[in-house]
């Protein structure tokens, strides 16, 4: 059995994600701006930054790796044993562990789970109810979930069915490869 890492480290991945921006807030914002209208936008946008605002966003960086040791645990029918928590000085960012190997399509869709709760849903819904604060706060999460759509874009071109084990220290993941030999006995 062969390993090989697919991960970033810290530095790089902030440059990934602070590139990543102005795509994602033109995805998520561009057309919602033209709808309500961009001197409106702002306006709101200014007197929806306040202390409840930054409340609900750390809070919600905590619900965010929460999201992704529950799809783990659920998805792998695992316990919350195999889960780990910590916070990456190098990078500044709070992250999750799985500490058993998954299938690439279980790890996926685990590290998809906030970014599409927290920040396309709300994107989404922010179109129908007119909602600056929710439009905006889907896409402050989206963002947070820069480095999982990095790490998404790194594992297309795996099988879905094949290895992976989260990586412990690095943002990404090892890839495990069985020897063809080994797939006899």
Same mark, same amino acid.
């Given at each position: 059995?062969?390993?090989?890492?697919?991960?970033?480290?810290?530095?790089?991945?902030?440059?990934?994600?602070?590139?990543? *921006? *102005?795509?994602?807030?033109?995805?998520?914002?561009?057309? @919602?701006?033209? /709808? *309500?209208?961009?001197?409106?936008?702002?306006?709101?946008?200014?007197?929806?930054?306040?202390?409840?605002?930054?409340?609900?966003?750390?809070?919600?960086?905590?619900?965010?790796?929460?999201?992704?040791?529950?799809?783990?645990?659920?998805?792998?029918?695992?316990?919350?044993?195999?889960?780990? @928590?910590?916070?990456?000085?190098?990078? $500044?960012?709070?992250?999750?562990? $799985?500490? /058993?190997?998954?299938?690439?399509?279980?790890?996926?869709?685990?590290?998809?789970?906030?970014?599409?709760?927290?920040?396309?849903?709300?994107?989404?819904?922010?179109?129908?109810?007119?909602?600056?604060?929710?439009? $905006?706060?889907?896409?402050? $999460?989206?963002?947070?979930?820069?480095?999982?759509?990095?790490?998404?874009?790194?594992?297309?071109?795996?099988?879905?069915?094949?290895?992976?084990?989260?990586?412990?220290?690095?943002?990404?993941?090892?890839?495990?490869?069985?020897?063809?030999?080994?797939?006899?006995?």
């Amino acid at each position: 059995m062969t390993q090989n890492e697919l991960t970033l480290s810290g530095i790089k991945l902030n440059l990934w994600v602070l590139l990543l *921006v *102005v795509p994602l807030w033109l995805l998520a914002s561009g057309l @919602f701006v033209l /709808q *309500v209208g961009p001197q409106n936008y702002w306006h709101t946008l200014s007197h929806v930054m306040n202390g409840t605002f930054f409340l609900v966003l750390l809070l919600g960086v905590g619900v965010h790796e929460l999201l992704h040791a529950l799809a783990w645990m659920i998805l792998n029918r695992k316990g919350f044993r195999s889960i780990s @928590f910590g916070f990456n000085v190098y990078s $500044f960012t709070p992250y999750t562990h $799985f500490r /058993q190997p998954m299938k690439v399509w279980k790890y996926a869709l685990g590290g998809a789970m906030p970014g599409v709760l927290m920040g396309l849903i709300p994107v989404g819904l922010s179109y129908f109810n007119k909602s600056v604060a929710l439009n $905006f706060m889907g896409f402050l $999460f989206l963002w947070a979930a820069g480095g999982d759509i990095i790490s998404l874009w790194m594992l297309r071109k795996l099988k879905p069915n094949q290895l992976v084990l989260d990586h412990p220290e690095k943002m990404g993941c090892i890839v495990i490869n069985e020897e063809p030999n080994s797939m006899l006995h």
